[in-house]
T-cell receptor, first 113, second 117 residues
Framework: QKEVEQNSGPLSVPEGAIASLNCTYS??????FFWYRQYSGKSPELIMS????GDKEDGRFTAQLNKASQYVSLLIRDSQPSDSATYLC?????????????FGQGTILTVHP | EAGVAQSPRYKIIEKRQSVAFWCNPI?????LYWYQQILGQGPKLLIQ????????DSQLPKDRFSAERLKGVDSTLKIQPAKLEDSAVYLC???????????????FGPGTRLTVL
Protein backbone atom coordinates (compact mmCIF):
# COMPACT_ATOMS: atom_id res chain seq x y z
CA GLN A 1 0.00 0.00 0.00
CA LYS A 2 1.31 3.42 -0.94
CA GLU A 3 1.90 5.77 1.99
CA VAL A 4 -0.08 8.59 0.38
CA GLU A 5 -2.56 7.83 -2.36
CA GLN A 6 -4.59 10.28 -4.41
CA ASN A 7 -7.65 9.68 -6.55
CA SER A 8 -6.62 8.75 -10.02
CA GLY A 9 -7.03 11.40 -12.65
CA PRO A 10 -7.16 13.23 -14.72
CA LEU A 11 -10.16 15.12 -13.37
CA SER A 12 -12.08 17.39 -15.70
CA VAL A 13 -14.72 19.87 -14.51
CA PRO A 14 -16.54 22.73 -16.20
CA GLU A 15 -15.82 26.30 -15.22
CA GLY A 16 -17.82 27.31 -12.15
CA ALA A 17 -18.20 23.76 -10.84
CA ILE A 18 -16.80 22.27 -7.63
CA ALA A 19 -13.65 20.18 -8.04
CA SER A 20 -13.12 17.49 -5.42
CA LEU A 21 -9.66 16.04 -4.86
CA ASN A 22 -9.13 13.14 -2.47
CA CYS A 23 -6.19 11.66 -0.62
CA THR A 24 -5.72 8.76 1.79
CA TYR A 25 -2.68 8.02 3.92
CA SER A 26 -1.44 4.89 5.65
CA UNK A 27 0.36 6.19 8.75
CA UNK A 28 -2.31 6.49 11.44
CA UNK A 29 -0.21 8.89 13.54
CA UNK A 30 0.30 11.42 10.74
CA UNK A 31 -0.13 14.91 12.10
CA UNK A 32 0.21 17.49 9.32
CA PHE A 33 -1.39 17.59 5.91
CA PHE A 34 -0.78 19.85 2.95
CA TRP A 35 -2.07 20.52 -0.53
CA TYR A 36 0.32 21.83 -3.16
CA ARG A 37 -0.56 23.07 -6.62
CA GLN A 38 1.91 22.48 -9.43
CA TYR A 39 1.53 24.09 -12.82
CA SER A 40 3.19 22.35 -15.74
CA GLY A 41 6.91 23.03 -15.73
CA LYS A 42 6.78 24.82 -12.37
CA SER A 43 7.57 23.85 -8.80
CA PRO A 44 4.96 22.94 -6.16
CA GLU A 45 3.21 25.85 -4.48
CA LEU A 46 1.65 25.45 -1.03
CA ILE A 47 -2.04 26.34 -1.11
CA MET A 48 -3.49 24.75 2.03
CA SER A 49 -2.37 23.18 5.29
CA UNK A 50 -4.57 21.43 7.83
CA UNK A 51 -3.71 19.89 11.18
CA UNK A 52 -7.03 19.22 12.97
CA UNK A 53 -10.10 17.21 12.08
CA GLY A 54 -12.77 19.16 10.26
CA ASP A 55 -12.83 21.78 7.57
CA LYS A 56 -10.53 24.69 6.85
CA GLU A 57 -11.57 27.31 4.34
CA ASP A 58 -9.41 29.80 2.46
CA GLY A 59 -11.17 31.69 -0.28
CA ARG A 60 -12.42 29.21 -2.87
CA PHE A 61 -10.46 26.37 -1.29
CA THR A 62 -11.66 24.08 1.52
CA ALA A 63 -9.51 21.36 3.01
CA GLN A 64 -11.22 18.57 4.94
CA LEU A 65 -9.47 16.19 7.32
CA ASN A 66 -10.79 12.99 8.88
CA LYS A 67 -8.04 11.32 10.89
CA ALA A 68 -10.23 8.37 11.89
CA SER A 69 -10.71 7.51 8.22
CA GLN A 70 -7.16 8.61 7.31
CA TYR A 71 -8.59 10.84 4.63
CA VAL A 72 -7.95 14.38 3.50
CA SER A 73 -9.62 16.23 0.67
CA LEU A 74 -9.51 19.53 -1.16
CA LEU A 75 -12.58 21.22 -2.59
CA ILE A 76 -12.25 24.01 -5.11
CA ARG A 77 -15.44 26.03 -5.49
CA ASP A 78 -16.26 28.09 -8.58
CA SER A 79 -13.43 26.40 -10.49
CA GLN A 80 -11.59 28.58 -12.98
CA PRO A 81 -9.44 27.61 -15.98
CA SER A 82 -6.49 29.04 -14.02
CA ASP A 83 -7.01 26.25 -11.47
CA SER A 84 -5.93 23.72 -14.11
CA ALA A 85 -2.82 22.10 -12.62
CA THR A 86 -1.58 19.03 -10.80
CA TYR A 87 -2.60 18.93 -7.14
CA LEU A 88 -0.28 17.15 -4.75
CA CYS A 89 -1.31 15.85 -1.35
CA UNK A 90 1.53 15.69 1.19
CA UNK A 91 1.64 14.26 4.69
CA UNK A 92 4.04 14.54 7.62
CA UNK A 93 4.03 11.37 9.68
CA UNK A 94 4.10 11.36 13.43
CA UNK A 95 6.94 10.24 15.63
CA UNK A 96 10.53 11.04 14.75
CA UNK A 97 9.91 11.83 11.09
CA UNK A 98 11.75 15.16 11.38
CA UNK A 99 9.04 16.82 9.35
CA UNK A 100 9.56 14.57 6.33
CA UNK A 101 6.92 15.22 3.67
CA UNK A 102 5.60 12.22 1.78
CA PHE A 103 3.77 13.15 -1.41
CA GLY A 104 1.06 11.42 -3.34
CA GLN A 105 1.41 10.94 -7.05
CA GLY A 106 -0.73 13.96 -7.83
CA THR A 107 -4.09 14.47 -9.52
CA ILE A 108 -4.26 16.41 -12.77
CA LEU A 109 -7.19 18.84 -12.79
CA THR A 110 -8.48 20.45 -15.96
CA VAL A 111 -11.13 23.16 -15.78
CA HIS A 112 -12.70 23.74 -19.17
CA PRO A 113 -14.56 26.92 -20.14
CA GLU B 1 10.82 38.07 1.22
CA ALA B 2 12.95 36.34 -1.39
CA GLY B 3 12.09 32.73 -2.15
CA VAL B 4 14.26 29.67 -2.49
CA ALA B 5 16.86 30.12 -5.23
CA GLN B 6 18.25 27.31 -7.35
CA SER B 7 20.71 27.06 -10.21
CA PRO B 8 21.09 26.04 -12.89
CA ARG B 9 17.52 25.84 -14.13
CA TYR B 10 18.33 23.30 -16.83
CA LYS B 11 21.19 20.88 -17.37
CA ILE B 12 21.86 18.32 -20.08
CA ILE B 13 24.69 15.83 -19.60
CA GLU B 14 25.84 12.50 -20.94
CA LYS B 15 25.58 9.41 -18.77
CA ARG B 16 28.57 8.80 -16.52
CA GLN B 17 29.28 12.54 -16.34
CA SER B 18 28.99 14.48 -13.10
CA VAL B 19 26.69 17.38 -12.28
CA ALA B 20 26.10 19.72 -9.34
CA PHE B 21 23.09 21.74 -8.28
CA TRP B 22 23.03 24.72 -5.95
CA CYS B 23 20.33 25.94 -3.57
CA ASN B 24 19.96 29.02 -1.40
CA PRO B 25 17.03 28.73 1.04
CA ILE B 26 14.72 31.42 2.34
CA UNK B 27 16.62 33.62 4.78
CA UNK B 28 16.43 32.28 8.30
CA UNK B 29 15.12 28.84 7.34
CA UNK B 30 17.10 26.25 9.27
CA UNK B 31 15.80 23.22 7.42
CA LEU B 32 16.66 22.48 3.81
CA TYR B 33 15.43 19.62 1.66
CA TRP B 34 16.39 18.15 -1.70
CA TYR B 35 13.69 16.32 -3.64
CA GLN B 36 13.73 14.37 -6.88
CA GLN B 37 10.61 14.58 -9.02
CA ILE B 38 10.33 12.19 -11.93
CA LEU B 39 7.79 13.10 -14.60
CA GLY B 40 4.28 12.07 -13.56
CA GLN B 41 5.19 11.43 -9.92
CA GLY B 42 5.17 13.38 -6.70
CA PRO B 43 8.46 14.69 -5.29
CA LYS B 44 10.57 12.17 -3.38
CA LEU B 45 12.79 13.34 -0.53
CA LEU B 46 16.48 12.67 -1.11
CA ILE B 47 18.05 14.41 1.87
CA GLN B 48 17.08 16.77 4.68
CA UNK B 49 19.39 19.12 6.57
CA UNK B 50 18.79 20.81 9.87
CA UNK B 51 21.30 23.70 9.85
CA UNK B 52 24.42 21.94 8.52
CA UNK B 53 23.60 18.47 9.85
CA UNK B 54 21.86 15.64 7.99
CA UNK B 55 18.66 14.41 9.65
CA UNK B 56 17.39 12.11 6.89
CA ASP B 57 19.23 10.70 3.89
CA SER B 58 17.55 7.31 3.83
CA GLN B 59 16.46 7.64 0.18
CA LEU B 60 19.67 9.15 -1.17
CA PRO B 61 21.56 6.78 -3.51
CA LYS B 62 24.82 7.27 -1.70
CA ASP B 63 26.91 5.42 -4.26
CA ARG B 64 26.40 8.27 -6.71
CA PHE B 65 24.66 11.16 -4.92
CA SER B 66 26.16 13.45 -2.33
CA ALA B 67 25.03 16.67 -0.70
CA GLU B 68 26.46 19.18 1.68
CA ARG B 69 25.42 22.30 3.54
CA LEU B 70 28.66 23.50 5.01
CA LYS B 71 27.69 26.77 6.71
CA GLY B 72 24.06 26.00 7.39
CA VAL B 73 22.83 28.17 4.52
CA ASP B 74 23.56 27.23 0.88
CA SER B 75 23.58 23.63 -0.21
CA THR B 76 24.90 21.65 -3.15
CA LEU B 77 23.69 18.31 -4.48
CA LYS B 78 26.05 16.32 -6.69
CA ILE B 79 25.57 13.29 -8.90
CA GLN B 80 28.63 11.33 -10.01
CA PRO B 81 28.38 9.39 -12.26
CA ALA B 82 24.95 10.15 -13.68
CA LYS B 83 22.67 7.44 -15.03
CA LEU B 84 19.81 7.70 -17.50
CA GLU B 85 17.28 7.17 -14.69
CA ASP B 86 18.53 10.30 -12.93
CA SER B 87 16.68 12.41 -15.49
CA ALA B 88 14.24 14.37 -13.32
CA VAL B 89 13.58 17.73 -11.75
CA TYR B 90 15.60 18.36 -8.61
CA LEU B 91 13.74 20.55 -6.18
CA CYS B 92 15.11 22.35 -3.17
CA UNK B 93 12.79 23.40 -0.36
CA UNK B 94 13.21 25.10 2.99
CA UNK B 95 11.16 25.49 6.14
CA UNK B 96 11.03 27.07 9.55
CA UNK B 97 10.71 26.52 12.52
CA UNK B 98 12.42 23.29 13.52
CA UNK B 99 11.17 20.11 11.84
CA UNK B 100 9.02 17.56 13.61
CA UNK B 101 6.59 20.19 14.80
CA UNK B 102 3.09 20.32 13.39
CA UNK B 103 3.56 23.45 11.33
CA UNK B 104 6.43 22.51 9.06
CA UNK B 105 5.35 24.29 5.90
CA UNK B 106 7.90 23.81 3.15
CA UNK B 107 8.50 26.25 0.31
CA PHE B 108 10.02 25.14 -2.96
CA GLY B 109 12.49 26.68 -5.34
CA PRO B 110 12.00 26.67 -9.13
CA GLY B 111 13.91 23.40 -9.55
CA THR B 112 16.63 22.17 -11.88
CA ARG B 113 15.54 20.03 -14.80
CA LEU B 114 18.24 17.41 -15.48
CA THR B 115 18.35 15.43 -18.69
CA VAL B 116 20.83 12.56 -18.90
CA LEU B 117 21.53 11.33 -22.44
Amino acid sequence: QKEVEQNSGPLSVPEGAIASLNCTYSDRVSQSFFWYRQYSGKSPELIMSIYSNGDKEDGRFTAQLNKASQYVSLLIRDSQPSDSATYLCAVIAGGTSYGKLTFGQGTILTVHP
Amino acid sequence: EAGVAQSPRYKIIEKRQSVAFWCNPISGHATLYWYQQILGQGPKLLIQFQNNGVVDDSQLPKDRFSAERLKGVDSTLKIQPAKLEDSAVYLCASSSPAPGGPHNEQFFGPGTRLTVL
